[in-house]
């Protein structure tokens, strides 16, 4: 039997951390909002409404840029210590793509890289079983 593809995913609304899981690597990707403190200055100067369409497509794009890697995995982890996580978990149980992945959420605090990569480590050898 195949072992299942996991992969951990710590984010907040700017910045999210791949981590994928196998037991020989844990490799790491970066994705980054591209709604930048600057945008929303500019174009809050101009009008709150149009910073609020700009900020929505742009968020967008960032939890599609994360779902596209998403696509490629059997088993997800979502954790972080904001609501972005549960933006994005709502934004995929709502698609019938990623129906047949397993996704789970975890609220964390805030974590430094090495952190998050035992608590992805530790998070999926909880169902690994010594044989």
Same mark, same amino acid.
């Given at each position: ?7 951990? +995913?710590?984010?907040?609304?700017? *910045?999210?951390?791949?981590? *994928? ?6 490799? $790491?990707?970066? +994705?980054?909002?591209?709604? =930048?403190?600057?945008? $929303?200055?500019? !174009? ?9 369409? $700009?900020?929505?497509?742009?968020? !967008?794009?960032?939890? *599609? $840029?994360?779902?596209?890697? +998403? ?10 210590? !904001? ?19 397993? +996704?789970?959420?975890? !609220?964390?605090?805030?974590? =430094? ?19």
């Amino acid at each position: 039997m195949k072992s299942p593809k996991k992969l951990g +995913i710590w984010m907040d609304h700017s *910045n999210a951390l791949l981590f *994928n899981f196998d037991s020989v690597a844990n490799n $790491k990707k970066v +994705i980054a909002s591209d709604f =930048s403190l600057k945008d $929303k200055h500019e !174009t809050l100067q101009r009008s709150e409404s149009e910073m609020h369409n $700009k900020q929505n497509h742009k968020t !967008t794009s960032y939890y *599609n $840029k994360i779902a596209n890697e +998403i696509k490629k995995f059997d088993e997800v982890l979502l954790f972080g210590p !904001t609501d972005a996580k549960l933006e994005l978990f709502h934004i995929l149980k709502d698609d019938h793509k990623f129906s047949k992945i397993k +996704i789970e959420c975890k !609220t964390t605090d805030k974590m =430094s890289e090495k952190e998050q990569s035992k608590f992805v480590q530790n998070y999926f050898r909880r169902f690994e079983f010594a044989m």
